[in-house]
């Protein structure tokens, strides 16, 4: 038996016959020849329905970017610990104080009563994570916000094709941040988008220009450079695979939706990831007793498990004194199996049957 991969993007022909097309037009960076990353801009604002995207070369440079457009030097900004480092590392890029929240522990995202309870007067933002690609509260969330004046960025990493209520991940925050990558659900070898919603549309000249060194004002030989940027431009490469993922995305959410319900009614574990027919399943995670000995024993039966995440606020760097407790209990037990378009029924039905065995 052939392992079961914890990740395995699902790819054809097109992704090769466009790849293809790109390395012959010898145009291979941003913005020139066949201008595949603006025509990725477009594709994906009109999917979100959001009025800007503006593509970077990984989910860190969108919240790295996205963070630059608030004044958060100094200032706190309240996110969960149980997610990717990058999130926080994004605040400190920006001379922001990571302040972290504890998370609901149905749902493994930011517990809406922990962030009024973080907030002080430095507070200047508020980073919620859809962790695993399972909406957090936008709605409560927006109201915190609107009650103390804050700005709101969402970090999406997980949830490209996530709705709330009905309305697409994209559009609820001031600017809300996507990654691309091999093992997410747009595959790209890389890749990034911000949206900007509402009053921060008029950023968007200003965001291109710092995702490419500041660099502005360009007519051929001739440009300016009037403010710090960065290298963070998204490829033809990536942007031309991008297309092709997006055309397919909703598809292959909806083949993750169905792996996601039959873990959810048939893995026998009390603690689980909910269904909810809105979310992408990024990720699908269960909670189990013995984790070491769980994930030994998934590994000799040839199926590839994960842990999303080691909370941040447990690295060196990040040694938090005050600890968020359900954060602290959950990331010992956490576990993600897999969840892809490429399982067959055959390997569900097995890692169901296994799961089942270990933790009766």
């Not at 052939?2 to 941003?30: G, M, Q, R």
């Not at 915190?144 to 559009?171: P, Q, S, W, Y």
């Not at 440009?223 to 092709?244: L, P, R, T």
Request: proline share 4%.
């Amino acid at each position: 038996m052939n392992k079961i991969k914890l990740f395995d993007p699902s790819i054809d022909y097109k992704e090769k016959n466009t790849i293809i097309k790109v390395l012959e037009s010898k145009f291979w960076a941003s913005g020139s020849g066949i201008q595949n990353v603006e025509k990725f801009e477009k594709k994906f604002s009109k999917y979100v329905c959001s009025p800007v995207s503006v593509a970077v070369n990984s989910g860190t440079a969108a919240l790295h970017l996205a963070l630059s457009l608030f004044n958060i030097k100094n200032k706190e900004v309240i996110l969960p610990s149980l997610s990717f480092v990058s999130t926080a590392h994004a605040v400190k890029y920006n001379g922001g104080i990571p302040i972290f929240a504890d998370i609901d522990p149905n749902t493994l995202c930011i517990d809406t009563n922990s962030i009024e309870e973080k907030i002080s007067k430095r507070t200047a933002l508020i980073l919620p994570v859809h962790f695993g690609g399972y909406p957090a509260e936008l709605d409560k969330i927006a109201k915190i916000c609107k009650k103390n004046k804050l700005n709101l960025v969402e970090d999406a990493a997980h949830a490209v094709g996530t709705r709330f209520k009905n309305k697409m991940i994209g559009t609820h925050g001031d600017a809300v941040c996507f990654s691309f990558h091999p093992v997410k659900n747009l595959a790209m070898p890389a890749g990034g988008v911000i949206t900007l919603n509402r009053n921060m549309k008029k950023f968007e000249k200003e965001l291109k220009e710092r995702r490419w060194c500041g660099i502005s004002n360009r007519n051929f030989f001739e440009y300016d450079v009037n403010q710090i940027g960065w290298n963070y431009y998204m490829n033809e490469f990536s942007a031309a695979i991008g297309i092709v993922q997006l055309a397919k995305l909703e598809k292959l959410n909806h083949k993750r939706k169905n792996i996601a319900k039959r873990y959810f009614h048939e893995l026998k574990s009390e603690n689980k990831m909910p269904f909810d027919n809105f979310c992408s399943y990024h990720l699908y995670w269960i909670r189990v007793k013995n984790r070491t000995k769980f994930i030994k024993n998934m590994l000799e039966k040839k199926i590839e498990v994960g842990i999303h995440y080691k909370p941040i606020d447990k690295m060196s760097m990040y040694s938090n004194k005050k600890v968020n407790p359900i954060t602290e209990k959950i990331s010992k037990e956490i576990v993600s199996i897999p969840i892809h378009p490429n399982l067959t029924n055959d390997n569900i039905n097995y890692i169901i049957k296994t799961i089942n065995k270990l933790i009766k």
